[in-house]
């Protein structure tokens, strides 16, 4: 269930929004003979907008979310849920934010610079084995994490990224227009701290760099 509002202004576009979630399972408690169906809420809220910075042509952007079992609807899909030590549902909390600008240099063409981050919160328990369960488990071995092809099965912590790029009207007639676009993204990766196998501590990060280019058709436009 989502619920937004928004209002626009002589000094940009501002909106809040509200989001509600239900998760529901089939769980078989500890001790008990019989399953039984469970529900968790989860949601967040956050808000967004859209200034002009002394000119139309130059825009100032962001928004930003806050929450538990929000995960899906960003741009990494953080896991939206995991088990506490009952086996019942619990939602991940999580942030996420972005901020960038929109330039209109010409009517032609649109630039545009971004930053965000995306963070999870521990939803962890310690078993009667002694070991952790959940998300952001602090005793995982990412012994693998440092080795190439090796197997890592570290938990998402946080992810900074960077972009920048722009989209170029090339041709606009009554068949259509033709657009052409470039844009470069970095992402910095980092999980949640684990162990060497050895009793040493491992904080596994990893970056990534993509660069896009897109040329498109839009038919009919007038």
């Known amino acids: 269930m989502v619920l937004k509002g928004a209002v626009d202004t ?6 809040v929004f509200g989001l509600a979630r239900w998760f529901r399972s089939v769980i078989q408690s500890p001790g008990a003979a019989h399953t039984h169906k469970d529900t968790r809420f989860g ?22 979310i806050a929450g538990e079992g929000i995960g899906r609807y960003g741009p990494t899909l953080i896991p939206d849920t995991t088990f506490n030590s009952r086996g019942q549902m619990t939602p991940i909390p999580e942030i996420r934010g972005a ?4 330039g209109h240099p010409t009517s032609s063409v649109l630039l545009y610079l971004y930053g965000g981050v995306e963070a999870a919160g521990r939803k962890r328990f310690t ?12 005793d995982l071995n990412l012994a693998g994490c440092d080795v190439e092809f090796g197997t890592c099965n570290a938990q998402t912590r946080t992810l900074a990224s960077f972009t920048a790029g722009g989209w170029w009207h ?18 910095r990766k980092f999980a949640f701290s684990g162990n060497d196998g050895f009793g040493n501590s491992v904080n596994p990060a990893t970056t990534g760099n993509t660069v896009y280019v897109t040329f498109r058709y839009l038919p009919f436009q007038q």
């Open 10 to 15: 002589s000094v940009g576009h501002y909106e």
């Open 43 to 64: 949601g967040g809220v956050g808000g967004g907008m859209t200034v002009p910075l002394g000119t139309p042509k130059l825009q100032l952007a962001g928004n930003v």
């Open 99 to 102: 901020l960038g600008l929109i």
């Open 127 to 138: 078993a009667a084995d002694g070991n952790q369960y959940g998300y952001g488990v602090g």
């Open 170 to 187: 090339l041709l606009d007639g009554h068949y259509g227009s033709v657009m052409s676009g470039l844009q470069y993204t970095y992402i």
